[in-house]
């Protein structure tokens, strides 16, 4: 009887043991999932992904636009590489988009993560008008605002002289050169990363970035005065006006008073 409890009491203590064991295992895995997920702000999507939550939402990581890809640019996360795991993704520095005219890899997509429509014109697909990204150039790091002859990201653009341009600019310092300066145009850019894949320097200074993240927000209540169609957003809009203490001054008077206050301090 002794031995029979004993064994029991032993069956018990190593079940629960490995109840334990592969509980903790399960939340290891489960917080680098989320390690994964949460450091995926820079991950580039292939063309006519959704943004980035309704394609977490959407992508059932079945691998089909990887294997579609004619020039191995999309891979499948996998642990390690900082992305949720078996999502398609690519690196331009690597392999950039090579800007297929039949976008092969969105077709195949069996669930909308990849928009067709998104990248359709009058019923034709038209890569042009994919936006995987943005290129942004550090000016800093880019041989061209040094004065040193480089347009290679600018021939590298497959939508030559629209998404990259080059600024000519007279060099003062030695009054005989020119600046070439790239300059990356947002409403034609499409992020393909050719022009990341083809820089020079050691590590590229022009680089693509997700579009929300290279660029900032204006806010509606700003309005471009020279463009038209912004300024039809005024049709409707109400005057808000508010009253504060520096409001009841005229303006000359706040001017002179600030002017009197610099002077005597």
Not at 10 to 31: D, H, N
Not at 168 to 173: A, C, D, F, L
Request: charged share 25%; proline share 6%; with cysteine.
């Amino acid at each position: 009887m002794k031995k029979q409890a004993l064994s029991d009491r032993r069956k018990f203590i190593l079940t629960m043991a490995r109840g334990f064991g592969l509980a903790t295992m399960g939340g290891f895995i489960w917080s680098a999932f989320l390690d994964e997920a949460t450091a995926s702000q820079l991950t580039l999507r292939p063309p006519a992904a959704l943004s980035e939550d309704d394609f977490l939402k959407t992508c059932i990581k079945c691998g089909l636009c990887v294997e579609a890809c004619p020039y191995d640019t999309l891979s499948l996360a996998k642990p390690g590489d900082d992305k949720p795991l078996g999502t398609p993704f690519f690196v331009p520095r690597d392999v950039p988009c090579y800007m297929c005219p039949d976008i092969p890899c969105v077709p195949v997509c069996p669930t909308g993560a990849l928009d067709q429509s998104s990248v359709t014109t009058n019923g034709i697909l038209d890569i042009k008008s994919a936006d995987m990204g943005l290129a942004v150039v550090d000016e800093e790091s880019c041989i061209a605002f040094w004065g040193i002859q480089c347009d290679a990201c600018y021939r590298a653009c497959p939508i030559l002289g629209q998404a990259i341009t080059i600024e000519y600019q007279k060099n003062e310092r030695t009054g005989k050169h020119a600046f070439m300066k790239p300059v990356v145009h947002s409403d034609a850019c499409t992020g393909c990363g050719l022009c990341e894949h083809a820089c020079v320097t050691e590590k590229a200074a022009i680089q693509i970035l997700p579009r929300e993240l290279a660029q900032g927000k204006a806010g509606n209540y700003y309005i471009k005065g020279w463009d038209k169609e912004d300024e039809k957003r005024l049709k409707n809009a109400k005057e808000i006006k508010s009253t504060t203490e520096i409001s009841k001054q005229k303006a000359a008077d706040k001017l002179n008073g600030d002017l009197l206050e610099d002077l005597y301090e």
